[in-house]
């Protein structure tokens, strides 16, 4: 682990590489772990002895012809370690199932409740970068492979070793030219198979990496039934996904020819130690140098290696594997936090609501400035809206005030302090932040209401709803306040879950409150009744409005008119009206009660209208949002 790996102070420590993750994760099982291992040895031990338990017998009864002793007392000791053998390989085994049984459910639950914990502090740009869908699958693959990583050492390689000791100890001792003939062919066997399986990696992850892609196409289309129908264009998705199935279907014969070729390793390999065994004891019983028991022994370990190496090639591919998904799972997760707490970092107790911008100076690109010295203050209890073009900079004000980003200069202060200074927990509890498409988590629309104040009960929770107007709509579901919205919310309607949204916020009743568009997919009546609602939620918090209908800011204390990362004007409405500038000529060329995204956009407008657009409007900027 480097020194200078920032890493959020609540995250659990997991280390960044793969081994030493692996041994982070199953330390705290160390001792299930090394009394597993010793009943895997037991029970390869047991399994290995048996043949060694029959030649005994065999021998046993090839001395009791023409004895006086009758046969079974002279063969009691042999059958009673038989016995004993295939008992303690039972009892060894099965216990070492209860101990699996015991530890591989928890040891996957604590692989993702640490990676989970630690993928949570990650910042807003980390998680705009990459899939959720992935990083919950790279989550539980994770987990899985890691478990069957241990595993595989445990009840695979362990044993097989074992395996392979114990029976080359019991032909040394045998005969030692046999001895000889099983060590180098273990030797050989292992070594070329851990080389063929290096050799096939490449294909099996191509082939995985297919299916991966097939999967995705798949799913994509699915996703996107509507559109396929509405363009008629089944037929289309079919021949396109054939395209990628003729890939998955090379990139799986690859695989399976290649493994092909490793089974008749095996096979060949197999044949040659069971026919060379064999053939050498029977020279060996033939001169005199072992008995009928020996032989018996011999072959009966030849079939038990042969049993146990048959698929060594393929459990060292699937090894491979398993590492290899553990290792793409810490590469992807457990990487440097890109937002921290500061040592030491204090709650932040919001007792005015001011805010301030001091010399700020932030961009998403080093070089690439959205804010270059940016500086203003929003008064305590003061409601400001901002205005502006796509890329003006309004969405990144608001990101750096909840502190999705960090500002590369300069700061940003809440009633004085800092919020560099502050834990991001503490900040994010007061504030509250009303987005233009508000997400939904897929449970009750109680407990989505509830997020907003887990300790809320349900009088307050229908207070809200009702605030919010959407009361009237949840008691007209089958379930009412239990009913499960589905996934992002999306058997509800843009409005109804924008309407959740702000009950959610309502409820949290935040001293800062933040609202993008935050009432933009409702319908006009609806909008004026919420919108009452909101103002008297407003009260005396600092409110931040972003907006794109300017008719729902015109009534706010105080509006900021950004342009490329600049408040080129300030003041309320009708005074910026009045100063007929940048402001003005916005509204003047509002389409449908909406501004224009652009200046290529805004330019038509004002054409029509001969109106003439100021010099800044008409100037190329890089976007800011």
Known sequence: MTHSFNRAADAPDLPDTTFRFIVHCIAGFRGWFLFMLALETGQAV??????YAIGQIIDGVTQANGGSVPPIERLSLPLMIFAALNIAEILFSRASGACLIMVGPRLRQRTTQKLYAYLQHHSVRYFSERFAGA??????????SLNHTVWAVLFDFWPIGVVFTVSVTLLFKTHTSLGWFVAAWVLVYVGVSFWLAERCRPYAQAYAETRSLVNGKIVDSVTNILNVKLFARLRHEREYLNRFLETEVNAGRRTFWYMERVRWFQFISAATLKVGTIYLALRLWGQGLIDVGDFSMSAGLALLIIGDARNLSRRFLEFFEYVGNVSNGVRTIVKPHDIVDAPNAQPLHVTRGRIEFRDVRFGYTPGQWVFDGLNVVIQPGQRVGLVGFSGSGKSSFVGLILRYYEPQGGQ???????????????????????????????????????????????????????????????????????????????????????????????????????LDEATSSLDSIT????????????????????AHRLSTIAHLDRILVFDQGRIVEDGNHAELLAAKGFYYTLWTMQAGGFLPDTRADARPYAERRGDNLPEAMLAHGSPAE
């Open 46 to 51: 047991s399994n290995i002895l048996i043949p």
């Open 135 to 144: 990083l919950a699958h790279r989550i539980t693959e994770t987990a899985m």
């Open 412 to 514: 940003i202060l809440i009633d004085g302090t800092d919020i560099a200074r502050v834990t991001q927990d503490s900040l994010h509890e007061q504030g509250g932040l009303i987005p233009q498409d508000p997400s939904l988590f897929h449970r009750s629309l109680r407990d989505n209401i509830r997020y907003g104040r887990l300790d809320a009960d349900d009088a307050e929770i229908i207070a809200a709803a009702r605030m919010a107007h959407a009361h009237e709509f949840i008691e007209g579901l089958k379930d009412g306040y239990d009913s499960l919205v589905g996934e992002r919310g999306i058997k509800l309607s843009g409005g109804q879950r924008q309407r959740i949204a702000i009950a959610r916020v309502m409820l949290k009743d935040p001293p800062i409150l933040i």
């Open 527 to 546: 909008e004026k009744a919420i919108q009452d609602s909101l103002d008297q939620l407003m009260g005396k918090k600092t409110v931040i409005v972003v």
